[in-house]
């Protein structure tokens, strides 16, 4: 699994976008400190959570765009950061646990 985290445009947000390797996706999620828990973190926007939802490093900086300025090599990144991953499968566990979630999969 990769993770870029970058300030959010409202200053106060953070915005992390990667690689999920076990769920084959992208993956975007949006936070801001909690005002009512503090040192926790709020959820604003997430996505990346399902197999395959983000397929392409395109679609999760689609995804962000909205929420942060993100550097122009960010696309390069990460698909340097999947192919990385292509070699590596399942372990016996997480391929059990990866058919119950997801038996469409």
Do not use: C, Y
């Not at 900086?61 to 909205?66: C, E, F, G, K």
């Amino acid at each position: 699994m990769s993770r870029h985290v970058f300030t959010g445009l409202q200053g106060e947000n953070t915005v992390a976008i990667g690689w999920d390797r076990p769920l084959d996706t992208f993956f975007v999620q949006v936070m801001r400190p909690d005002p009512e828990m503090a040192g926790e973190d709020e959820i604003l926007f997430w996505r990346g959570t399902d197999l395959r939802e983000l397929p392409t490093a395109a679609d999760a900086i689609a995804a962000a765009r909205p929420w942060a300025s993100l550097p122009a090599e960010l696309g390069a990144t990460l698909e340097t950061d999947r192919m990385k991953t292509l070699g590596r499968s399942d372990g016996e566990h997480q391929a059990e646990v990866k058919r119950r979630l997801f038996p469409k999969g």
